[in-house]
């Protein structure tokens, strides 16, 4: 691997295993918050959910954005207005890595977002905003 030194090897990549866990952690728990009852939290977690995810190399992206993708794009068929512009806000963040509107979307993430799209665009509320927000990226 190019380390003189196979215990630091070995301690990096044990410390970048748990990074990973508690990333898969912490977008579960997020995951949860896009049911939640209280409806003030459900535009925050997406908008975490979605920095969560741009925080990561791309290709780990794909990973764990299985773990949220579905909820997150069947968010944007929420009946709050809130809810589904904080959805759709944090899928042009992922799609576009964070880098704004009008930005290329990377390659492996619209790849992984496509089932989770189909899905998502099964339900009639929200399917317009939802087609206009992800159709220029594809």
Partial sequence: LGCHCWWLCVWH?????LLLQACA???????ARLADSQSN?????????ADVLVSLEPTAL?????L???PL???TSDNKKVMRDAALAAVESILTLGNGPGQAAHP????????????ALM????????????????
């Fill in 25 to 31: 952690e912490v977008l579960k728990a997020l995951k």
């Fill in 108 to 119: 492996v993430v619209l790849e992984a977002m496509l089932p989770a799209l189909a899905s």
């Fill in 41 to 49: 939290l459900k535009p925050i977690a997406a908008a975490a959910i």
């Fill in 62 to 66: 794909p990973k764990f954005f299985r």
């Fill in 68 to 70: 949220v993708g579905e």
């Fill in 123 to 138: 339900h009639p509320v929200g399917r317009t905003e939802l087609l206009t927000c992800v159709a220029p990226y594809m």
């Fill in 13 to 17: 990549d044990d410390v970048l295993l």
């Fill in 73 to 75: 794009l069947n968010a």
